[in-house]
């Protein structure tokens, strides 16, 4: 009979958890969403100060977590604070909403990323290898529309479900296949990052700088035809506010789960100082990353070349350019090794708040359960399969774009949660308190309020169905 435990075990160290830390917020954003954010700004000043502003928001939220995770230690993370600060309605709308969609969703899309990359390793895992395909009607284009099964998507789910295995097995072996890799992705986003400063291009610098702060968006003349070219037009005033929102969906996407170690609370040592700690470090490290990497783009690549690159994957573009033909294989491996580390600590961390939520009456009762390796095993497979089905269904990208939204939104009702609990837990231990508080907290509140009232206004497509798939969670 397999033996049932109900605590987790401490085994994770400060190095541990901030590897936890970087290695789930660097996926396959920092190479590819900047297309998508100079589309929306079209300068060098407004891409970079699009990674600045979320990358700054992110400190400020990864800082004044360390009140909250000092104050409860344990497994569940932001889905406990929200309870404590609120109730548990609003706690577990958070806690269904990421097994909904914002965990799963995103191990759903990782996973097709690495298997996207994988494809120039080896051609027969392109997403353009369709195993399966039936046509199932007409897009509002008079264009079918076909329901089709890729390599690329049985590969990623081979890969969640080979992670997911490894991690029933003990947290072990997910803190060594998270410490290798995530290790090795930063070393390699350096070694990019100082091989784009060696070979600076002063000309293309100066051309993108001469008009840094002119900001433009783009966008196809005609929906229905890609063939149809592009409309470029300046933007100002309150349009501009509306152009960085809808960029910083790709930014603040590729700066997400950084959060994901409040969730493992309960396997970390000395979880009051240490989380914290990796919040800070991590967070820090990945945002002077992504800062720098984005410099290296403008430094060798025409902002054209940037909006426009194929597939959007700007890496490629500019490892093209610093390394030759084979930079698109460096740039393959670099995002292999990272997705593979990313997708490791996202299914690794997520599984434990859904273990939380069960012990709360507010999920599976069999996910209030650790097997034999110390584990919330069954919490790790519901969710592999949800992430399965995301994958096959090719809608976790849309998926993601509208819950951006909600994950801010609740960013903001946590962090506010540090005002409420200040007066409502006056007495209660803090052995770590909130930096820079009232300023720093009401700051991130302010920008983050903002950031989801510019989405309202100017892309309501990425906002009501985030809403939606939250409330569906009340019944």
């Known amino acids: 009979m397999t033996e049932k435990l109900t605590s987790f075990k401490p085994s994770l160290s400060l190095f541990d958890a901030t590897m936890i830390v970087a290695g789930s917020m660097i996926g396959s954003g920092i190479f590819i969403v900047s297309a998508d954010i100079t589309r929306n700004v079209g300068s060098a000043g407004w891409l970079i100060a699009v990674w600045v502003i979320t990358g700054f928001m992110t400190l400020i939220a990864a800082l004044s977590y360390g009140e909250l995770s000092a104050m409860f230690p344990k497994a569940g993370g932001q889905y406990v604070y929200l309870k404590e600060s609120y109730n548990p309605l609003v706690g577990f709308l958070y806690g269904w909403s990421l097994f909904a969609v914002i965990q799963t969703g995103t191990i759903a899309a990782v996973g097709v990323a690495f298997s996207k990359f994988a494809a120039y390793l080896i051609p027969a895992l392109s997403e353009d290898n369709k195993l399966l395909k039936f046509q199932t009607g007409l897009d509002a284009c008079h264009q079918p529309v076909f329901f089709s099964i890729s390599a690329a998507q049985v590969v990623s789910i081979l890969l969640i479900t080979l992670l997911t295995y490894t991690n029933t097995r003990g947290v072990k072996g997910g803190k060594w296949i998270q410490n290798v890799f995530t290790s090795t992705k930063l070393i ?284 569906i969670g009340i019944p």
């Open 188 to 471: 390699s986003l350096f070694g990019l990052i100082i091989a784009g400063l060696i070979m600076f291009k002063p000309e293309i610098w100066h051309a993108n700088f001469t008009n840094a702060w002119t900001a433009t968006k783009t966008s196809l003349k005609d929906a229905c035809n890609a063939s149809a070219g592009f409309t470029v037009a300046g933007i100002t005033g309150t349009a501009l506010l509306g152009g960085i929102a809808a960029a910083m969906v790709g930014s603040v996407f590729s700066s997400d789960a950084w959060n994901n170690v409040t969730f493992i609370a309960g396997e970390i040592k000395n979880p009051k100082k240490n989380i914290g700690l990796s919040l800070f470090l991590g967070t820090l490290m990945v945002t002077v990353v992504y800062v720098c990497a984005n410099l290296v783009y403008v430094a060798v690549l025409p902002m054209d070349a940037i909006a426009h690159a194929d597939k959007d994957r700007v890496a490629v573009a500019a490892s093209n350019v610093l390394f030759g033909n084979i930079g698109t294989y460096v740039i393959a491996v670099m995002i292999m090794i990272s997705t593979f580390g990313c997708n490791n600590g996202l299914i690794l961390a997520g599984a434990r708040v859904y273990n939380t939520m069960a012990k709360d009456g507010l999920f599976f009762k069999k996910a209030a359960t650790l097997n034999k390796n110390a584990v919330p095993g069954f919490a790790l497979w519901i969710q592999c399969l949800v992430a399965a089905l995301l994958c096959l269904s090719g809608k976790y990208g849309d998926l993601l774009d509208m819950i951006s939204f909600v994950v801010v939104m609740f960013y903001a009702l946590t962090i506010a949660g540090i005002f409420i609990l200040r007066k409502k837990m006056p007495d209660a231990e803090r052995p770590y308190k909130a930096f820079g508080y009232p300023v720093l907290p009401a700051l991130y509140i302010l920008m983050a309020v903002s950031f989801c009232i510019l989405l309202i206004v100017f892309k309501p497509a990425f906002t009501w169905p985030g809403f939606i798939i939250v409330l």
